[in-house]
T-cell receptor, first 109, second 117 residues
């Protein structure tokens, strides 16, 4: 079964706007990761945030983690058309990592 | 170049046939994984291996088989017992997490799209 669930399922914004995607999970975790997938391609790792961290930045990406609410958010600032992709959160399960169904982001030029 | 490769990119299978998907990595990673992705869906784990000569079933292992004879290779066979194999298959590798529930980033191959004719 999947551990993380992303929200919304799909998001459409204009270039230059910020995009926020959320991930909720059910059981305690050691870390949470965000990945990106361009259509028909493999996934690319974006950020890993550990359970004792609350916020992490990487370029235009900002990830927050609230373990009390069992949720995480991914913020992409000043979005570009090239950010169009699906974004997945992944959390550690019993013996492996579990991926959610993803948020499909479309950035219109 | 370090990375993970999958072949072929596209694969067509007739009903009743077994097919094998290749996955090779030169990242010196102990752990390797196979996922299945259906249109508009997330990834579902088929099999994973934390070390050579050992592998574990994931959530949807029925109709699939794997081997891990070499550290760099983790081929997946889709058998005729898999009734609905048409999907996008992704292979990944990472540092091993066998020491505990601390997981590392996974590096993904470009995928193989399997279609049953």
């Amino acid at each position: 079964s999947q551990q993380g669930e992303e929200d919304p399922q799909a998001l459409s914004i204009q270039e230059g706007e910020n995009a926020t995607m959320n991930c909720s999970y059910k059981t305690s975790i050691n870390n949470l990761q965000w990945y990106r997938q361009n259509s028909g391609r493999g996934l690319v790792h974006l950020i890993l945030i550990r359970s004792n961290e609350r916020e992490k930045h990487s370029g235009r990406l900002r990830v927050t983690l609230d373990t009390s609410k069992k949720s995480s958010s991914l913020l992409i600032t000043a979005s570009r058309a090239a950010d169009t992709a699906s974004y997945f959160c992944a959390t550690d399960g019993d013996n492996d990592m579990r991926f959610g169904a993803g948020t499909r982001l479309t950035v219109k030029p | 170049d370090g990375g993970i490769t999958q072949s072929p990119k596209y694969l067509f299978r007739k009903e009743g046939q077994n097919v094998t998907l290749s996955c090779e990595q030169n990242l010196n990673h102990d752990a390797m994984y196979w996922y299945r992705q259906d249109p508009g869906q997330g990834l579902r784990l088929i099999y994973y291996s934390q070390i050579v000569n050992d592998f574990q079933k994931g959530d949807i292992a029925e109709g699939y088989s794997v081997s891990r004879e070499k550290k760099e290779s983790f081929p997946l066979t889709v058998t005729s017992a898999q009734k609905n194999p048409t999907a996008f298959y992704l292979c990944a590798s990472s540092l091993s997490s066998s020491s505990g529930r601390i997981y590392f980033e996974q590096f993904f191959g470009p995928g193989t799209r399997l279609t049953v004719l």
